[in-house]
């Protein structure tokens, strides 16, 4: 539970999304030369958990020893620790062990705390700004699977293709649906993306052509990334699906409307989004966002018993898109939803993808689904924003937009409001490229 009174010795700026009551975590280089490691991000700063680990600061019944920060064997006398690149392994330690470390890395960052306040030289090899490092991928993504379940999503899209009679897929009030997507294009956040080129039959042509998309989309979407996996041929109940959730990060579901149109009967989406999906660095864990729970939508009909939980909660998280057209300075904001719009929770996502004895492993990447809520300013992808380019949406300084553009710069924002604090994701954006030739 964040704890508002909790203060950092640190002079964390009241507009930061990464307060003590946060304590994202992440993967960084602290220069492009060096092999990357672990952090927690913290006011202005990443804290270097590699260092941490190495002065034997994790030093509670379930870290001690552990080698999630820092690979082991090792003697600090005569051998050089290896790094751990990724986040991987503490994630599949499982709740006990995050629990731990953030109590570790909480009571170190206090005001009340000598051990880290008052040793200049473990601060300056421990501390680093954020804006000098290098921020990678915070996990080794080995599968991605990406959900649809916000209702007011799904309806609009089945109004602009199918019409507004039967705008929901039969199946989808009964299970949350969802498609395996392409792990190895899972890229951080401000990388740019090159415009996907693929097949496309324009409405009315009988015949399909070749090309870049002209129908350049993002989707606001935010992910779970999984901690403890479940062993092939087993599944996770409703009820426990949260212990096997380590954090959650934004994410931007790229999506060329044109090639997916044509391409994704019976199957479902291939080249039109496994061009590229950005997420953002930092990984907010469920124990940051705790104080930020509300009650999930009422569903009806009520769910199959394997998706009923004794409770049903999620979390209330304002979301943002900005859009930075191509040759301009400022980004205009084009949405802003919540988090709590969707139909289905993550605890039900998880549930239902294990049902059947699919396996999960540590760091894979669920998606959401676009998160679009009741209101035009809460749509939250330019498909629904221009009504499938009927309707352009305007930005400002005489410019405006059906789809992305080259040149344009895509950003989405996350933060949760505490009392005298903010537990926020930061950004995830990306750039869209002309297409290669």
């Known amino acids: 539970m964040a704890n508002g009174s909790l203060v950092s010795f640190l ?40 260092v941490l680990a190495r002065a034997g600061l994790f030093n509670g019944p379930v870290l001690k020893g552990s080698d999630c920060f820092l690979q082991l064997p090792w003697n600090s006398h005569t051998i050089k620790p290896l790094l751990q690149p990724s986040l991987n392994g503490f994630m599949a330690m499982g709740k006990p062990a995050w629990k731990e470390a953030r109590g570790t890395i909480q009571k170190l960052l206090s005001v009340d705390e000598p051990v880290l306040r008052d040793n200049a030289e473990l601060q300056k090899s421990a501390l680093l700004p954020m804006s000098q490092v290098q921020l990678m991928l915070p996990a080794v993504i080995g599968d991605y699977t990406d959900f649809f379940t916000s209702k007011y999503h799904t309806m609009n899209c089945g109004i602009i293709f199918r019409g507004p009679e039967n705008p929901l897929p039969p199946n989808w009030l009964h299970l949350p649906i969802a498609y395996h997507g392409r792990a190895s294009s899972v890229v951080i956040s401000g990388t740019n993306l090159h415009r996907p080129r693929g097949q496309k039959r324009p409405m009315g042509t009988p015949t399909p052509g070749f090309g870049p998309s002209v129908k350049l989309d993002f989707e606001l979407e935010m992910a779970m990334l999984v901690g403890p996996g479940n062993e092939l041929g087993t599944s996770v109940s409703v009820d426990d699906a949260a212990d096997h959730i380590f954090g ?26 496994s061009f590229g999906t950005s997420i ?51 980004a205009s904001v084009i949405c802003k939803s919540n988090f709590k719009h969707l139909y289905w929770t993550i605890e039900q996502q998880l549930a239902h993808h294990t049902i059947n004895g699919c396996n999960l492993r540590p760091g894979d990447l669920l998606g959401s689904g676009t998160i679009s809520g009741p209101e035009p300013e809460s749509f939250a992808s330019l498909l629904e924003l221009s009504w499938d380019g009927k309707k352009p949406l305007k930005l400002g300084n005489n410019i405006s937009r059906t789809f992305v553009e080259d040149g344009d710069e895509v950003i989405l924002s996350a933060c949760c409001q505490g009392d005298g604090y903010k537990v926020g994701f930061g950004t995830c954006s990306g750039k869209i490229l002309p297409a290669i030739s």
């Open 11 to 50: 002079n964390i700026p009241k507009d930061s999304h990464f307060s003590i009551q946060n304590l994202p975590y992440g993967v960084f280089r602290p220069t492009p030369e060096q092999h990357p490691r672990t952090g927690v991000a913290i006011g202005e700063y990443v804290l270097d958990l590699s």
């Open 248 to 273: 959650l990060v934004l994410m931007n579901d790229w999506s060329a409307r044109d090639i997916q149109a044509w391409e994704y009967q019976p199957l479902g989406p291939f080249l039109g989004k």
């Open 280 to 330: 953002s660095p930092w990984i907010v864990t469920l124990e940051a966002l705790e104080p930020f729970t509300c009650e999930a939508p009422v569903q009806d009909p009520p769910p199959l018993p394997y998706l009923t939980g004794k409770s049903s909660s999620t979390y209330d998280i304002p979301l943002e898109v900005a859009l930075k057209p191509a040759g301009e300075e400022k």
